[in-house]
């Protein structure tokens, strides 16, 4: 195990997987996954390597996923797409997605964003990451849903996972896939900067 300071707080590996210490004004330490790295978020009063020992089993299992996401990640291809084009999808699905699901967006946007990929506002306001430009369209479905899920239940809880379930029963490989672009487009980001 290894860390070093700066940036968005101390990094480091442990087990060939990167991580991220956070301090943050949260009530609320917490632990993330993007690709193959772990987000410890924790309050400036609170040990992060203590939440880390109250979340081995779970910190072990989002490891090896993150292991097995890495390794899809250089065996996938990037779908091409113009942003018009991926614009106009996404104004589709999620407006099929909201009459399914009987909810009213308010707006739809399409940003670039560092650490999600895809949010849904207090305000009926869907936002998609620029990024899911780049991954096939049952992707792209997947995330549109399970933001416009959150216009009908806000929290994940068992009935926002009984929703996404009952639409994409195989959403656990769908997370999988996600992970894995995640890990390819990030590299991809820094091979360009690189050049």
């Given at each position: ?23 943050r004004r ?22 992060p390597w ?104 806000w929290r ?40």
């Open positions: 195990m290894s860390y070093s300071g700066g940036g968005r707080g101390c990094r480091g590996s442990m087990s060939g997987i990167r991580y991220r210490i956070i301090r949260v009530k609320y330490p917490r632990l993330e996954i993007w690709g193959n790295e772990i987000w410890i978020i924790v309050p400036g009063n609170v040990d203590r939440v880390v020992r109250q979340n081995r089993e779970w910190l072990i299992r989002q490891i090896e996923i993150a292991r097995r996401a890495a390794e899809l990640s250089g065996k996938i291809e990037l779908v091409p797409r113009t942003r018009r084009k991926f614009r106009s999808l996404i104004e589709r699905v999620v407006q099929e997605y909201a009459e399914e699901l009987g909810v009213e967006v308010n707006r739809i946007f399409v940003r670039r964003v560092k650490s999600a990929w895809g949010s849904c506002s207090g305000r009926g306001n869907i936002t998609i990451n620029a990024a899911a430009q780049w991954l096939p369209e049952r992707l792209v479905r997947y995330i549109a849903y399970h933001e416009v899920c959150h216009l009908r239940r994940h809880d068992r009935e926002f996972e009984r929703l996404v379930r009952e639409k994409f029963p195989d959403h656990e490989d769908l997370d999988l896939q996600l992970q894995a672009y995640w890990i390819k487009l990030r590299e991809q980001d820094k091979a360009c900067s690189k050049s």
